[in-house]
């Protein structure tokens, strides 16, 4: 069955913005630069899923367009699936409009692809077979 | 430890939304009109959170007002926590900012209050006691 994996929250700063987290009980548990997104990112596990905060290391950067566009906020919802290559031929068959049409291969081994958020109630979502962390 | 309990998305059509995630293995369990708030729900479990779509019942209810103002997508994330009242002081203390000073009590006895979005990293924050459904 399908699971909810992470929210990506795009921020400012992640300085900033995980004092909230902190202040409830969660913990940073992982933050590390993903080079090839220049993006800072620092994962907060919280029950089953994780909260991972989205800070650009530059204004030109994918995250850093969508801080200037539409603020701080949701970025992208990440579903976990157990099988990748069924749910990109499902979406495939039903039209839905996808980012790309391949499945990507992301840190560790993580694969996914995104829905465009037309296709998905005007959300990024996010399908991928391997969770982000095993935290 | 504080989980996510639900997210909340806000679009047009449950009948059409629910369509993504039923073609990824997901279900809808339970479907209702939360009169007070002019929206019809339904709740789709996700590992051991929830995703939970909100279609308003008339366009000038909160989320039918979000729907014309920003579009189908994220309205609110919902934070499960063991000690609502705790984490009210704690937030009060922080200088959070927030949409209401007490805690109110939903349906099912549900207890439950909002983080304005300009103190949560964009997001419009729930933090809830009981969790929005034992499904």
């Given at each position: 069955m399908p699971s909810i994996d992470h929210l990506g929250i795009a921020v400012q700063s992640i300085a900033e913005a995980r004092k909230l987290y902190e202040s409830l009980g969660l913990a940073v548990v992982r933050e590390e630069t993903v080079e090839h997104e220049r993006v800072r990112t620092a994962l907060i596990p919280a029950g089953d899923a994780r909260i991972e905060l989205l800070e650009p290391?530059?204004?030109?950067s994918p995250v850093g367009r969508f801080l200037a566009k539409?603020?701080?906020?949701?970025h992208h919802i990440a579903l976990h699936v157990d099988d990748i290559s069924a749910a990109l031929e499902t979406l495939k068959a039903r039209g839905a409009r996808l980012i790309s049409e391949d499945i990507q291969t992301g840190a560790g081994g993580h694969l996914y692809f995104f829905v465009h958020p037309s296709s998905a109630g005007g959300v990024l979502l996010e399908i991928c077979q391997d969770p982000i962390s095993d935290v």
């Open positions: 290391t530059t204004p030109d539409r603020g701080e906020g949701l």
